[in-house]
């Protein structure tokens, strides 16, 4: 898991955060995170830019992009822990799953109780599909416009999308590819770079 940089940045905000502020702003995240990882993490940056100082949310992203399960819910768990440890990763990720779980149980009762005998229900949901789809890639651009901060990255974000769509190439090997590129690449800005 990704730490703060000293004891005492982490004490300031343990201080700051209780359990109850986690709790709240997890649910909040997790009643409004629509459209997968994405959006968590765009609502994360959001919610977490209050704090002093800030957890490293990049490491956050890095690290549960090759875990393998639910990728946001790696995120949650992973800011809960640099927040307050165990017992934070535990809340962060109870609080962020509680409102999808409620709403699901809400929707299968539903569904199987009145919906289910309808037919041709999967083309009456095209237009929420497509929606999704639409907020996915405005945060996926909100993300990269933060992250990306030179041309280069920026091509191998379009250079990696390419890649994924049209020679359907397995996205772990896509992920380890193009972080030896941006390891390299920084580490020969850096080189570059006058001191």
């Not at 359990?19 to 994360?44: N, P």
């Amino acid at each position: 898991m990704v730490r703060f940089s000293n004891k005492t940045e982490t004490k300031t905000v343990q201080s700051i955060l209780s359990y109850q502020k986690i709790a709240r702003m997890f649910l909040k995240i997790g009643a409004t995170a629509f459209g997968g990882w994405s959006t968590t993490a765009v609502l994360l940056e959001k919610e977490t830019a209050k704090l002093s100082p800030q957890p490293q949310l990049r490491g956050a992203i890095a690290y549960a992009q090759l875990l393998p399960g639910a990728t946001q819910v790696a995120i949650v768990a992973n800011v809960g822990y640099q927040l307050r440890g165990f017992a934070g990763a535990l809340l962060a990720t109870t609080s962020y799953l509680l409102p999808a779980m409620s709403l699901i149980t809400v929707f299968a009762g539903i569904y199987f109780t009145y919906v289910h005998n309808l037919t041709n229900l999967g083309s009456r949901l095209d237009g929420l599909v497509a929606a999704l789809a639409g907020i996915i890639l405005a945060n996926a651009y909100k993300i990269g416009e933060k992250h990306a901060t030179h041309s280069f990255l920026w091509f191998c974000g379009i250079l990696a999308c390419t890649v994924r769509l049209w020679l359907h190439i397995n996205p772990i090997f896509i992920l380890m590819f193009f972080g030896v590129c941006g390891l390299a690449y920084y580490a020969g800005y850096r080189k570059g770079r006058p001191s």
